[in-house]
């Protein structure tokens, strides 16, 4: 397993004093609240904005911010992908893309949503451990990450297995993270202590 590095972050969230107007507004795109009934900032509560990281570097653009919050906070929580295949999707691209702040994120994420730890465990040792369409799903998005596209018969496969619906929200999912992946890592932004470690690459 590798452990987090400890460099310092190039870009870092906001502190309390600096969320205003605008940077409620944006984390309030995300939870579906208009800015004034976002929790503030040092509040305590359990949607206090300094008790995520994301949000508060994200914060730091508000305006591109609030846009696309809009859009992730549907992908999360409104879309029709289910959260067992979205989650192995974006496990998959933090390991691809050795985020440790997204594996350890997203690890959370998954087991609070019923994903057992032994199948988070298994993406370690690639697809074998995986059947059906937690297979195929793992496989459209290592051919997303490696080619910049899916096959045609891998797209069709998708298409008949989940629904256009789902499969199109699969290629966003993807996309969506490999960017957010590349991001945190350009800002060295690292997961807390005491996070799930990001698995060392397969062999």
């Known amino acids: 397993m590798t452990s987090t ?13 600096e969320w205003g107007d605008d940077e409620y507004a944006a984390f309030g795109a995300l939870l579906g609240l208009p800015g004034e009934k976002v929790p503030r900032a040092g509040s305590g509560h359990a949607a ?3 008790n995520f990281d994301i949000i508060g570097l994200l914060a730091r653009h508000p305006k591109m911010a609030r846009h696309f919050l809009t859009f992730n906070g549907w992908l999360l929580q409104r879309g029709e992908l289910p959260l067992r295949l979205r ?8 390991q691809a893309r050795r985020s440790a702040f997204f594996w350890a994120e997203h690890s959370k994420v998954a087991t609070e949503g019923g994903l057992p730890s032994d199948v988070i465990d298994h993406l370690a040792e690639g ?3 995986f059947a059906g369409v937690d297979r195929l799903v793992l496989e459209a998005t290592d051919q997303l990450l490696t080619q910049g596209h899916a096959d045609a018969a891998t797209w069709q ?3 008949d297995e989940l629904g256009t619906h789902q499969a199109m929200e699969l290629v966003f999912v993807v ?8 991001a945190f890592s350009t800002w060295q932004l690292s997961p807390p202590a005491d996070s799930p470690l990001l698995p060392e690459p397969r062999s």
């Open 127 to 129: 697809n074998d451990g």
């Open 5 to 17: 590095h400890n460099t310092r972050p190039l870009l870092t969230p906001l502190t309390a004093d």
């Open 157 to 159: 496969r998708l298409a």
């Open 87 to 94: 989650e192995l999707a974006i496990l998959r691209v933090a």
């Open 175 to 182: 996309g969506t993270y490999a960017m957010l992946a590349m």
């Open 48 to 50: 206090d904005p300094l």
